[in-house]
C-alpha cells in the first residue's frame, strides 16, 4: 500500500519545501479526471480510481488513487502520459461502451440486471404513484385491479414473480427509496460545499423526530438542489443526541465534514439552548460550519421559549385556547365568531390534538380574538349566570391587561411574518439580510419605551370616567364594555410585562442572527452581489475589501488569500460590467465548471459555492412544510419509522412518473429479496 503523498511508480511528491505550492483549481479544466479533496489536501485520478488497474510495477495503487500532494503541472502531465492512466481510460470506456449498448437495447440488460418485464414496472409503478400522491397503502390492492378491469395490458399479459404482491408495498418503496437516495449520494459527491437544514419534530406522545435536509451545488451549471436525506427517531436526549443521529447520517451519505459550510436548525419545537449545543458539537467537526438558525419557516421565527419564561403568557394562551374550544363551532349569525372557525381551517389547527397551540405566534388567530372581543363579551356575560366557565372568560376577557396584550401581540406578529417572508423568496437578497435584521430589534426596543400603533390606538380609543365609590380611582371603558382591573398597580404591572416580553423576543432574535453570520452573509452580498457596487467605477478602488478579508479569514482553509487579494481588482471590474445580473446569476458563473469567470478567479468561484449553498428559499420552505404534514399523517395511521422515512423521500423528492428509473428500482428490489435483507412481508 502506497502512503498518500509517497514516491509510486516513478510518480514523486513536492519535496521542495523553500516554495510552498497550492492545488490551481484551473488544473481542473485542463486535467477533466483530477479530483481534489479539500479536507486531506491530495490530489486524486477519477479514471484510475474508477478503474483501479495495475500499473508496470505490479501495484493497485499509483500516487493518483491513494492520493498525492505534489502539486506541480509537470506532475499532472506524467501521470497523464503514464501507462496505468491510459489502462484506467481504456478500461473505463470499453464499460461505457457496453452500458450505451445495453441502454440502447433494453433485452440485453438481462445480461447484467435482473429481467425487467412490464407486469413488474407497472407494479412499481403504482406503488410509486400511491406514494406521490399520499394515497394509502391498503388501497393498493384495488388500484391494482382498477387497472386490470381499465385493461392494462402489461398487467394482463404476463405473469409476475410472487415478489410483487401488494403486501410487499412498503419492501418496493425501500428499493424505490434507494434510488433516490443514490442520487443524492452523487448530487452531494459532486457539490463543493453543501448546507445542511436540521428539524425536529416532537408529536403529542413525545416521540422525537429529525428530519434532514441538504441544499447543494452542481459544478456543471452551478444550479442549487434541495434534498431530503430521511427522517429518523431520537431517543430521548439534548443536543448531543441530534448531534450524534445528524454525524451518523452525514456518515451514511459519504458527506465530509469539510463540505459543510451552513446548518439551519428549522423547528418551532426545538428550544434554542438545545439548538446552539447542536451547532456546538457539529463546529468540533465541520470546521467551515456557520450556524443559521430557522430562515426557511416563519413559525419558527418567534420564540416559543418566551411562554415558558414570562407567566402571564401562559395564562393568556389558556384564556384564548378556551375560547376557540367554546365558539369556534358557534351556529349563530354573528360574522366575528365565524371568524373563529375560518382561523382553524387557515392554519390547520386540530383542536382534538393534546398537543399545546401557541396561541400568541398564530397572528390569525390573534386577530381574530381582537376583531370578536366586543361580541365575546357580550355572549360570556348572557352565558354567565349559567356556566362558571363563561363567567370566568368573561371576567378575563374584560381585564385591561388582556386586551392591552393583545394590541401588543397584533404590532409584534406581522413584523416577524414580514421576516420570514423576506427568507422564503427564492431569489433573496442577501443584502438586506443584516438591515432589516437590525431594523426589526431597533423597532421591538423602540416599543418598549413608545407604544406600538395597535396598542397606542387602544390608549386613545378608551374613555376615562371617575370611580363614585372609590376616590383616586378610575373607570375605563372600550368599545363600550368597562375595563377590570385598571388600577395604578395594574398598570404598573402590564408595563412590566409588556418590556419583559418585547426584550425576550429582541434578545431571541438576536440570537439566532448573532453579529458574525450577518457579518459573512453581508459580506458575500459586497463582493457577489453587481447591485451593491458603487455607480461609478471610479469609485470601486477599496470597495469591498474588509468584507473580502473577513471571508478569507472565515475560510482560509478551502481559499488562498493572496492569489484572491491580487485578483480582486481585477474581478471587481468585470463584476461592475456585469451590473444586470443578480446575486445568484453572478455565484452560478462562478460555480460553472466550464465558465470563463471559474477559470480566471478560483477562489471567487469557491466562495460563490459557499454562498449558493446556504439553505434559503421558497423551495426549501416548501420541502419543510411537506415534510412535517407527512409525518404528522403517517404518525396518525401508525406507519413505521423506517417506512415512513421512505415514504416521506418518494412523495418530497421523487420526480414525475416517466423520469424514474424504475428497471433499477426493480433490480435493487429483486436483490434484496433474494439477499434475505427483507426477511418477511409487511403484514
Known amino acids: 500500500m502506497v502512503p498518500p503523498g509517497k514516491k509510486p511508480a516513478g510518480e514523486t511528491s513536492n519535496s521542495n519545501k523553500k516554495c510552498k505550492r497550492y492545488f490551481n483549481e484551473h488544473w481542473k479544466e485542463?486535467?477533466?479526471?483530477?479530483?481534489f479533496d479539500y479536507e486531506r489536501k491530495l490530489m486524486f485520478c477519477i479514471e484510475c480510481r474508477q478503474a483501479l488497474v495495475k500499473n508496470k510495477h505490479g501495484?493497485?495503487?499509483?500516487?493518483?488513487?491513494?492520493?498525492?500532494?505534489?502539486?506541480?503541472?509537470?506532475?499532472?502531465?506524467?501521470?497523464?502520459?503514464?501507462?496505468?492512466?491510459?489502462?484506467?481510460?481504456?478500461?473505463?470506456?470499453?464499460?461505457?461502451?457496453?452500458?450505451?449498448?445495453?441502454?440502447?437495447?433494453?433485452?440485453?440488460r438481462s445480461v447484467l440486471k435482473v429481467e425487467v418485464n412490464p407486469a413488474k414496472?407497472?407494479?412499481?409503478?403504482?406503488?410509486?404513484?400511491?406514494?406521490?400522491?399520499?394515497?394509502?397503502?391498503?388501497?393498493?390492492?384495488?388500484?391494482?385491479?382498477?387497472q386490470k378491469f381499465n385493461l392494462c395490458q402489461a398487467l394482463l399479459a404476463s405473469e409476475h414473480s410472487e415478489y410483487y404482491h401488494p403486501s410487499s408495498?412498503?419492501?418496493?418503496?425501500?428499493?424505490?427509496?434507494?434510488?433516490?437516495?443514490?442520487?443524492?449520494?452523487?448530487?452531494?459527491?459532486?457539490?463543493?460545499?453543501?448546507?445542511?437544514?436540521?428539524?425536529e419534530t416532537v408529536?403529542?406522545?413525545?416521540?422525537?423526530?429529525?428530519?434532514?435536509?441538504?441544499?447543494?451545488?452542481?459544478?456543471?451549471?452551478?444550479?442549487?438542489?434541495?434534498?431530503?436525506?430521511?427522517?429518523?427517531?431520537l431517543p430521548a436526549g439534548e443536543a448531543s443526541t441530534v448531534a450524534g443521529k445528524v454525524g451518523e447520517v452525514m456518515r451514511s451519505f459519504g458527506i465530509p465534514t469539510m463540505k459543510i459550510t451552513w446548518l439551519s436548525a428549522d423547528s418551532a419545537s426545538l428550544v434554542a439552548e438545545r439548538l446552539s449545543g447542536v451547532g456546538t458539537a457539529l463546529s468540533s467537526l465541520c470546521p467551515l460550519l456557520t450556524e443559521m438558525h430557522c430562515l426557511s419557516h416563519g413559525s419558527s421565527l418567534l420564540p416559543t421559549q418566551s411562554i415558558v419564561s414570562i407567566e402571564y403568557l401562559q395564562k393568556y394562551e389558556t384564556t384564548v385556547d378556551a375560547v376557540y374550544r367554546l365558539y369556534s363551532s358557534f351556529r349563530g349569525e354573528s360574522n366575528s365568531l365565524?371568524?373563529?372557525?375560518?382561523?382553524?381551517?387557515?392554519?390547520?389547527?386540530?383542536?382534538?390534538?393534546?398537543?399545546?397551540?401557541?396561541?400568541?405566534?398564530?397572528?390569525?388567530?390573534?386577530?381574530?380574538?381582537?376583531?370578536?372581543?366586543?361580541?365575546?363579551?357580550?355572549?360570556?356575560?348572557?352565558?354567565?349566570?349559567?356556566?362558571?366557565?363563561?363567567?370566568?372568560?368573561?371576567?378575563?376577557?374584560?381585564?385591561?391587561?388582556?386586551?392591552?396584550?393583545?394590541?401588543?401581540?397584533?404590532?409584534?406578529?406581522?413584523?416577524?411574518?414580514?421576516?420570514?417572508?423576506f427568507f422564503q423568496i427564492e431569489d433573496f437578497d442577501l443584502s438586506i439580510l443584516k438591515p432589516i435584521v437590525s431594523a426589526t430589534a431597533t423597532t421591538l426596543q423602540a416599543q418598549k419605551s413608545a407604544s406600538g400603533q395597535n396598542l397606542q390606538e387602544f390608549l386613545n380609543e378608551m374613555n376615562e370616567h371617575p370611580r363614585d365609590d372609590?376616590?383616586?380611582?378610575?373607570?375605563?371603558?372600550?368599545?363600550?364594555?368597562?375595563?377590570?382591573?385598571?388600577?395604578?398597580?395594574?398598570?404598573?404591572?402590564?408595563?412590566?410585562?409588556?418590556?419583559?416580553?418585547?426584550?425576550s423576543v429582541r434578545g431571541n432574535l438576536l440570537d439566532r442572527f448573532p453579529s458574525s453570520v450577518l457579518e459573512a452573509v453581508s459580506s458575500f452580498s459586497a463582493i457577489f452581489n453587481p447591485k451593491c457596487y458603487p455607480q461609478s467605477l471610479e469609485d470601486i478602488g477599496?470597495?469591498?475589501?474588509?468584507?473580502?478579508?473577513?471571508?478569507?479569514?472565515?475560510?482560509?482553509?478551502?481559499?488562498?488569500?493572496?492569489?484572491?487579494?491580487?485578483?480582486?481588482?481585477?474581478?471587481?471590474?468585470?463584476?461592475?460590467?456585469?451590473?444586470?445580473?443578480?446575486?445568484?446569476?453572478?455565484?452560478?458563473?462562478?460555480?460553472?465548471?466550464?465558465?470563463?469567470?471559474?477559470?480566471?478567479?478560483?477562489?471567487?468561484?469557491?466562495?460563490?459555492?459557499?454562498?449558493?449553498?446556504?439553505?434559503l428559499g421558497s423551495v426549501l420552505a416548501e420541502k419543510i412544510s411537506r415534510g412535517r404534514e407527512l409525518l404528522k399523517r403517517g404518525r396518525s395511521r401508525c406507519v413505521k419509522d423506517e417506512g415512513l422515512s421512505d415514504l416521506m423521500k418518494i412523495a418530497i423528492d421523487g420526480p414525475a412518473v416517466n423520469e424514474f428509473d424504475f428497471a433499477l428500482a426493480i433490480e435493487y428490489y429483486e436483490s434484496m429479496r433474494e439477499s434475505g435483507f427483507i426477511v418477511a412481508q409487511v403484514k
Not at 136 to 144: A, D, R, V
Open 470 to 503: 372609590r376616590e383616586g380611582e378610575r373607570r375605563l371603558y372600550y368599545k363600550g364594555v368597562e375595563l377590570a382591573n385598571c388600577s395604578k398597580v395594574h398598570l404598573k404591572h402590564f408595563e412590566h410585562l409588556k418590556e419583559t416580553y418585547l426584550e
Open 121 to 146: 414496472v407497472a407494479i412499481l409503478t403504482t406503488v410509486y404513484w400511491m406514494a406521490k400522491e399520499e394515497i394509502p397503502e391498503e388501497k393498493c390492492s384495488s388500484l391494482l385491479d382498477l
Open 542 to 615: 477599496s470597495y469591498g475589501v474588509s468584507e473580502l478579508n473577513f471571508l478569507l479569514q472565515a475560510y482560509s482553509r478551502v481559499v488562498v488569500s493572496e492569489r484572491a487579494l491580487s485578483d480582486f481588482p481585477l474581478f471587481k471590474r468585470i463584476v461592475f460590467s456585469l451590473s444586470q445580473l443578480s446575486f445568484k446569476d453572478l455565484c452560478v458563473k462562478l460555480v460553472y465548471s466550464n465558465s470563463e469567470m471559474h477559470e480566471l478567479f478560483p477562489d471567487f468561484a469557491v466562495l460563490a459555492a459557499i454562498a449558493l449553498a446556504l439553505p
Open 338 to 421: 365565524q371568524e373563529l372557525q375560518s382561523v382553524l381551517d387557515l392554519c390547520e389547527i386540530d383542536l382534538g390534538s393534546p398537543k399545546a397551540i401557541h396561541w400568541t405566534s398564530i397572528f390569525p388567530a390573534v386577530e381574530a380574538i381582537d376583531s370578536s372581543w366586543p361580541t365575546l363579551v357580550l355572549l360570556l356575560e348572557s352565558e354567565a349566570e349559567r356556566s362558571p366557565v363563561a363567567l370566568g372568560l368573561c371576567e378575563e376577557l374584560k381585564k385591561f391587561q388582556f386586551v392591552a396584550f393583545t394590541k401588543i401581540l397584533l404590532d409584534v406578529l406581522p413584523i416577524f411574518q414580514k421576516l420570514s417572508r
Open 203 to 233: 408529536d403529542v406522545l413525545e416521540h422525537r423526530n429529525l428530519a434532514m435536509f441538504t441544499t447543494t451545488v452542481s459544478p456543471c451549471n452551478g444550479q442549487t438542489s434541495t434534498t431530503f436525506l430521511g427522517s429518523f427517531e
Open 30 to 35: 485542463e486535467f477533466t479526471w483530477l479530483e
Open 59 to 108: 501495484k493497485a495503487e499509483n500516487a493518483f488513487t491513494v492520493g498525492t500532494d505534489n502539486f506541480q503541472r509537470h506532475a499532472l502531465l506524467r501521470h497523464v502520459t503514464s501507462g496505468a492512466h491510459r489502462q484506467a481510460l481504456a478500461v473505463n470506456r470499453e464499460q461505457l461502451a457496453f452500458e450505451a449498448r445495453v441502454h440502447g437495447h433494453p433485452e440485453l
Open 169 to 199: 408495498i412498503r419492501e418496493m418503496q425501500a428499493a424505490i427509496a434507494k434510488v433516490l437516495h443514490n442520487e443524492d449520494r452523487h448530487r452531494i459527491k459532486a457539490s463543493p460545499f453543501v448546507g445542511l437544514v436540521v428539524d
